[in-house]
């Protein structure tokens, strides 16, 4: 595997790939923090050479989506939670619960939100766009500032707007 740091308007950002594809994405204080194997060197690759440039136009409004090769690691059912996360429009928030019934788990709620949280390519597979059924901002592995600040980026909150400020809802939350 290899790896490299790079800065970011949400902090430091650290990538990881296996040559092949992108396998994490991880926020300088990440609630849950990757262990690097015995494999892992520091140095990039074509795919994080892609991915630090994909990021960087992201970060500056250029880019909406991602086109890299991927690889999270994790269960068949996370990795359908986490795949289901690329339908999530730029600017668009959805619910745990919509989550849910868009995978036809309308009861998983809890595992969904499990599921999400264990997300190895935030930002990537966009994490931050679920939030409460009240439109409130949960738990995020780089923080709710973190969460707030990619939300504003993407215009789904106003900037400077309280935390417990209620979310906007675009056209994927409608009907909820």
């Known amino acids: 595997m290899h790896q490299i740091r790079m800065a970011s308007p949400v902090g430091r950002l650290r990538l990881a790939s296996n040559g092949a594809a992108l396998c994490l994405v991880e926020f300088e ?3 849950r923090p990757h262990r690097a194997d015995g494999d892992w060197q520091d140095g990039g690759d074509a795919v994080l050479d892609e991915a630090r440039r994909q990021l960087d136009a992201y970060f500056d ?5 991602f086109e890299l090769p991927l690889a999270p690691r994790g269960t068949v059912f996370q990795q359908r939670v986490w795949l289901a996360l690329r339908d999530i429009a730029y600017g668009d928030t959805i619910s745990y ?3 849910a019934a868009r995978l036809g788990m309308p009861t998983a709620t809890r595992a969904v939100g499990a599921a999400n949280g ?4 935030p930002i990537v597979l966009p994490c931050h766009r679920v939030v409460g059924a009240d439109g409130s901002l949960t738990g995020f592995g780089g923080g709710l500032p973190v969460k707030r600040r990619l939300l504003e980026l993407e215009g789904a909150l106003p900037a400077n707007d309280l935390f417990t400020a209620a979310v906007p809802r675009g056209p ?5």
């Open 118 to 121: 264990r997300n190895p390519l």
């Open 97 to 99: 619960g919509q989550l």
């Open 29 to 31: 204080n990440p609630r």
């Open 172 to 176: 994927a939350a409608a009907g909820a």
């Open 61 to 65: 409004g250029r880019r909406q989506a």
